[in-house]
């Protein structure tokens, strides 16, 4: 599977790594999920007596819907997921895009929040996204088994404030979606987690962190 250049509700192009699937959160959702399922028990059914795949598919549609849940609960309109093996594994990572709708006290900017989120992390670093400023925040999550966490886990969440159709067409972030309008045009958080190979701080969870990173820098505000 190629890489995909895929297209979003709000106005982004994100270039997703071979073998990741986009999930819509708020329309096609579940035709999503029934195409990533069929996929998954066409690449086994092979290798499976034919009970074996019918239970292979319920497993995976609960896995899917409890994924989708837990980003819609996070106001995500699209989910994105590994699909298939990477050298041999399926790996455990998520990346979640989603638009939050905060209005502005007057006389407060975004980047003045930009300037506040920054000084009240240590965690958080300066980024630009598609010529836009925003922030970065890296951090490690313990295990927390009454939340469904049965093992820590890499988060790293990028930040940005999405254009608004009252900027300069000059701004190098000017491309707005269309469902931007004038003044506070909301935020645009996009989170990655995983679990990588058990070991939060090892190299292979370094390499995914990497990958999300990589993926990061193809985000585009999509002009309509």
Request: charged share 30%.
């Amino acid at each position: 599977m190629p890489p995909a250049d895929t297209k979003n509700a709000f106005g982004y192009t994100l270039i997703i790594p071979p073998g990741w699937a986009r999930i819509p959160l708020r329309e096609g959702t579940q035709d999503a999920v029934k195409r990533i399922v069929d996929e998954a028990a066409e690449r086994v059914s092979a290798d499976l007596p034919k009970d074996k795949v019918a239970d292979a598919r319920m497993e995976l549609y609960r896995r899917l819907n409890s994924s989708v849940k837990e980003a819609q609960r996070r106001d995500g309109v699209d989910l994105y997921l590994p699909v298939e093996p990477m050298h041999g594994y399926l790996v455990a990572a998520s990346i979640v895009v989603a638009k939050l709708d905060t209005g502005l006290r007057d006389g407060v900017g975004r980047q003045d929040v930009l300037r506040q989120l920054l000084a009240d992390s240590d965690d958080s670093e300066p980024v630009e996204v598609d010529g836009a400023a925003g922030l970065r925040k890296e951090r490690t999550m313990p295990a927390d088994p009454e939340k469904g966490a049965d093992a820590p886990s890499k988060h790293v969440e990028y930040v940005v404030p999405v254009p608004s159709s009252s900027e300069s067409p000059a701004s190098p972030a000017s491309s707005a979606s269309s469902a931007s309008s004038g003044g506070d045009a909301g935020w645009v958080v996009v989170s990655f987690t995983t679990l990588g190979d058990g070991n939060p701080e090892g190299d292979f969870t370094e390499i995914l962190v990497e990958l999300f990173d990589a993926v990061m820098t193809t985000f585009r505000w999509r002009t309509e």
